[in-house]
């Protein structure tokens, strides 16, 4: 079993940038962490993955160049930097972890309670 606790949300100005936080804890047989975010009355959407080994990122185009995902093998973390921040961005974000690579929510195994990003303009 995986635990995963995201921490690091928040609200902020158009502009801003805030920096997420997941630890995974556990039997960490998982091979890519992923990021997620579902806005009100929206799906999930993916906003960055990475992968444990390889250190494989994927973005897509609506955060590309905007948000950073790292990690840190040793203490078992992956951040993700959001940096210009849209009022588009608010939504619930979530950690998640899975054994392959994939844009799909449904893809994951484990996933984080969420935490809460509000953009204001």
């Known amino acids: 079993q995986v635990q995963l606790a995201e921490s690091g949300g928040g609200e902020v100005q158009v502009g801003g940038s805030l920096r997420l936080s997941c630890a995974a804890s556990g039997r960490i047989f998982t091979n890519y962490m992923a990021w997620f975010r579902q806005a009100r009355g929206k799906e999930h959407e993916i906003v960055a993955s990475?992968?444990?080994?390889?250190?494989?990122?994927y973005y897509p185009d609506s955060v590309k160049g905007r948000f950073t995902i790292s990690k840190d093998n040793a203490k078992n973390t992956v951040d993700l930097q959001m940096n210009s921040l849209k009022p588009e961005d608010t939504a619930v974000y979530y950690c998640?972890?899975?054994?392959?690579?994939?844009?799909?929510?449904?893809?994951?195994?484990?996933w984080g309670q969420g935490t809460q990003v509000t953009v204001s303009s």
């Open positions: 998640a972890a899975g054994p392959y690579s994939t844009t799909s929510w449904q893809g994951f195994s484990y």
């Open positions: 990475i992968s444990w080994g390889s250190g494989t990122i």
